[in-house]
């Protein structure tokens, strides 16, 4: 089945800086890439997520890249503020149609901004 | 309008008991999706339900974990004769599974503590 591996598993930066995640995945067939904020004490919110057909995407602070070659993608914050504090998961899926979307999630990495 | 909601919010219980958890899907969702999140680790795969199809229940960890979705909306959790490993936060998602639509909206989760 696949696997998702995420790093780093925490990471600190200065408010106004820049946040990269990075995700590797192991089935070449997964061809959705979503990635998820979750807070503390609630469920994981979707931040951007990306489709094989695409190699970047991006939503104001947030971008999203794809290598499919390398079977990895990457979660780049700009600008960084401190409610960007959270931990946030990559995940991967073959998304078929009737056939749902089991996500498989990496471990997490936890974001701190500091003022 | 309101999200996915689950209860209870949190569940003690002694090693051995049932437990059942209990999951509102959003009103017109077709999809719906049982998680496992482990203590500091990323999202597992329990179980998934998409219409009146038959439920992908691949990821269930063993034979004393069920579920069921009523009328296609509502769905429970079931754990029997429940172990310390059970203990964990449980979510459920909901999705419209529709053409390019996959996001999956998450509940704030269910923190089960088997003692």
């Known amino acids: 089945g696949e696997n998702v591996e995420q790093h780093p598993s925490t990471l600190s930066v200065q408010e106004g800086d820049s946040a990269v995640i990075k995700c590797t995945y192991s089935?070449?067939?997964?061809?959705?890439f979503p990635w998820y904020k979750q807070e503390l004490g609630k469920g994981p919110q979707l931040i951007i997520d990306?489709?094989?057909?695409?190699g970047e995407k991006k939503d104001q602070r947030i971008a999203v890249t794809l290598n499919k070659t390398a079977k990895h993608f990457s979660l780049h914050i700009t600008e960084t503020q401190p409610e960007d504090s959270a931990v946030y998961f990559c995940?991967?899926?073959?998304?078929?149609?009737?056939?749902?979307?089991?996500?498989?999630f990496g471990g997490g990495t936890r974001v701190l901004v500091k003022p | 309008g309101a999200g996915v909601s689950q209860s209870p919010s949190n569940k003690v219980t002694e090693k051995g008991k049932d437990v059942e958890l209990r999951c509102d899907p959003i009103?017109?969702?077709?999809?719906l999706y049982w998680y496992r999140q482990s203590l500091g680790q990323g999202l597992e795969f329990l179980i998934y339900?998409?219409?009146?199809?038959?439920?992908?229940k691949s990821g269930l960890p063993s034979d004393r974990f069920s579920a069921e979705r009523t009328g296609g909306s509502v769905s429970t959790l079931t754990i029997q004769r429940t172990q310390q490993e059970d203990s964990a936060v449980y979510l459920c998602?909901?999705?419209?599974?529709?053409?390019?639509?996959?996001?999956?909206?998450f509940g704030p989760g269910t923190r089960l503590t088997v003692l």
């Open positions: 998602a909901s999705s419209l599974d529709r053409g390019q639509s996959n996001e999956q909206f």
């Open positions: 089935d070449s067939a997964s061809n959705y």
């Open positions: 990306i489709r094989s057909n695409v």
């Open positions: 995940a991967a899926s073959i998304s078929i149609k009737a056939a749902g979307n089991k996500l498989t």
């Open positions: 009103s017109g969702h077709t999809a």
């Open positions: 339900f998409q219409g009146n199809s038959a439920p992908d």
